[in-house]
C-alpha cells in the first residue's frame, strides 16, 4: 500500500465543500478518490445517489457468523474562506513541523483513511480475516446530513452491525487520547425581522418606526441571562445530571484554564454557574448565535433604517433533551418576544439531531451488553495505551455529529469513537491540520481493534 501520508495528499486536493454547489467536481473527485481505495481493497462499493450528495457505501461480506463492524467517515469538508488567513491554499496539501495541513485534513479525511489504511494493512497481512467490515462514508456531515434518514429506512438491512467503529472527533494532547463517550446535539435554524417595504432615509423617517436591527437586537440579548444560562422557560427541565464517572475523569484530564484561555485568545470565560470551561462544554446546552447582520454592511457610513435584519442561531443540546421540544420552546419564546411593528420570520435549518451517548464498559460501568463492542473496547483501550503511551480518557465531547445518534437510535447500533483530532488542528479554521505521528499511531491502534473483533 502506498504511504498514507501521500494518499491523504491526494484526497485533500479534491475540494469537497458539501455548502457550496461551486465545489461539485470536487465532492465526486474526493467521493470517486475513495471508492477507488475501497475498490482496491476488494470491497464491493455502492454509490448510493441522494437528492444532494452521494453515500459510499462499501461492503467486505463473508460468513454470517462473523463480526460485523460499519466505518464511519466523511468525506464532504467545511468552506475554506478566509481563504488570505491560510498560510498554505487550503487545498494544496504542506507537510509543515510534523503536520499535514490542508482543509479537512482532520475533519474528517484524514481520520477516515487511518481507519482504511489499517483495513489495507490488516487485509494484506490476513486475506482471509474472519470479519465483515462496511464503510459508511457520506457527502453530507457538514450542512447536518439531511439525506441520511431517508438512506436508513432503505437500507436498514445493510447496516445491521455490531457497532460503529469511527474518528470524527477530538482529543485534548497528543499524549492524551479519548475515547468519545457522548455528543452533543444541535438544532439550527435562521429567523429574519422585516420592517418597511424597503430600506428607508434614517434622516426623514427615524424617529417614527421601529429600526429591524433594533428589534433583533433586543431579541437575541433577551436569550440569555447576564450569569449565561440561556434565558427560555423549560429550556434547562430535562437536562440530566452528570455521572459521578465523567466528572472524575475529566478531574483526571486536569485542563489547565488559563492555558485554554490563552489557546482561545480570550481574557476569561463566561459560563453557567457551576461549570468550569471544560464541563460547559461537555456537559451543558448551549444557544450560540452564528452569525447576525442587516443594514449596510460596506465601507463608510450609510444613513438608513434598514428593511431586515437576521440572525442565525444554533442550540447544543444534552442528554436528555430533544431537538423537537427545544425547537418548540425557544421559537415560542422568540416568537412572544418579537415586538410589534416589525415581522417575524423563523427557517428551521436541518433536521436536527439528538445528543449521543455512548457509556463505556469502563470505568465503573457494567459489562456492556454487547460482546464484540466490549472486545473493541477493550482492544482499543489495550492499543491506546501501547501506541500512544498511555491509556485513554472516556470523555463526553461538545461537538456533534447528527448520524451516528441516528445509527443509535434507529438501529440500537453504538459506537467506539476514537479521539484522533487535537484543539491546535483548527478545525472549521484557516490553517486546518492533521498530526502525522497521530496518523501513524491511529493507523496501528484501528488495525489492532479490527483484529482484536474478528472472529477467532
Ligand atoms: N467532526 C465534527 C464534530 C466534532 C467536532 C466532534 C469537535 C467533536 C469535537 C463534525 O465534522 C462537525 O463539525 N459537525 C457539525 C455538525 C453540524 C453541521 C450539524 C458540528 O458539530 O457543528
Ligand atoms: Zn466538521
Redesign the pocket.
Known sequence: MKDPVSVLKDYIRFPSVSADTAFHDGMTGAREFVSDLLAGAGFSVETVETPLHPIILATRGGDPSWPHVVIYG?YDV?PPDPLDLWKSPPFEPEVRDGRLYGRGAA??KGPLLVHLSAVLRLLEEQPELPLRITFLVEGE?????PSFQPFLEKYRDRLRADFVFLS???SPREDQIVI?TG??G?L?FEIEITGPRGDLHSGIHGGAILNPIQAMADLCASLHDPDGRVNVLGFYDDVLDVEPWEREQLAMLGGDEKAYAEFLGVSGFHTPPGFSPFEAVRFQPTLEFNGIGGGYQGEGSKTIIPARAFAKI?CRLVPNQTPEKIADLVMKTIRERTPAGVKLDIKPG?GG?PYLVVPPRRPNTPAGQNPVLARAFDAAEAAITRSFGKPPLYLR??????IIAKLQSVLGLDSLMI?L?LPEDN??APNESFHLGVMERGIEVSKTVLEGIAAR
Open positions: 466523511h467545511q475533519d474528517n456531515e457538514e450542512i447536518g446530513s470524527d472527533t477530538g468519545t455528543l452533543r444541535i439550527t444554533s436541518h439531531s465531547e461538545g461537538g456533534s455529529v447528527p479521539g483530532f478545525l472549521h
